[in-house]
């Protein structure tokens, strides 16, 4: 969820069956009927987003679901409520939800100096009906570029803590 910015059960409910190739790039689908906007989006297999599903998607032997079964009237599946509970004693922030890293990657594309417009299309906002209607670029090499950016910023994080702790 923080290396894709994707919403928490964008993440949870990824079966392998939305694991696409389109050309000669592979790229995870999120179908529209489980997408918040109630559109199809796509995400680029890059980094630790890459990393993940596509382990994932191998142990799965390429079908179903590569966490949890989708339930529509589920938000969350109840590992994922649990798994949080356990991070919110783990770091001892006591209102730490999932949606956070949505907010965290956000700031951080800003910080990073990934423009608006992009920053918005990584997380998958909808532009207003009027954008929507003129501008039909999905910012597609502009999102790759702003993801790998932040997942370096991820990695350095990551290896700062690692530094600290040792």
């Known amino acids: ?30 179908p529209k009927h489980k997408a918040k906007q109630g559109r199809e989006f796509l995400f680029p297999l890059t980094g630790p987003i890459g990393e993940t599903l596509n382990r994932r998607y191998l142990e799965a032997g390429g079908r179903g679901p590569l966490f949890w079964e989708y339930v529509p009237t589920k938000e969350y599946p109840e590992e994922l409520t649990n798994g949080n509970e356990e991070l919110r004693e783990l770091t001892g922030i006591a209102d730490m939800r999932p949606h956070d890293f949505r907010r965290t990657c956000r700031t951080h594309l800003t910080s990073l ?7 918005e299309a990584v997380l998958a906002h909808a532009e207003g009906e009027i954008q929507a209607t003129y501008n039909l670029w999905q910012y597609w090499p502009e999102r790759k570029q702003a993801l790998t950016l932040w997942h370096a910023k991820l990695a350095e994080l990551m290896a700062r803590a690692s530094s600290q702790a040792a």
Not at 6 to 16: G, I, L, S, Y
Not at 113 to 118: A, N, P, S, T
């Open 1 to 30: 969820m923080l290396a894709s910015a994707c919403r928490p059960n964008e993440a949870a409910f990824v079966e392998a069956e939305d694991i696409l190739k389109i050309g000669e790039e592979r790229v995870w689908r999120l």
């Open 113 to 119: 100096g990934v423009r608006m417009e992009v920053a």
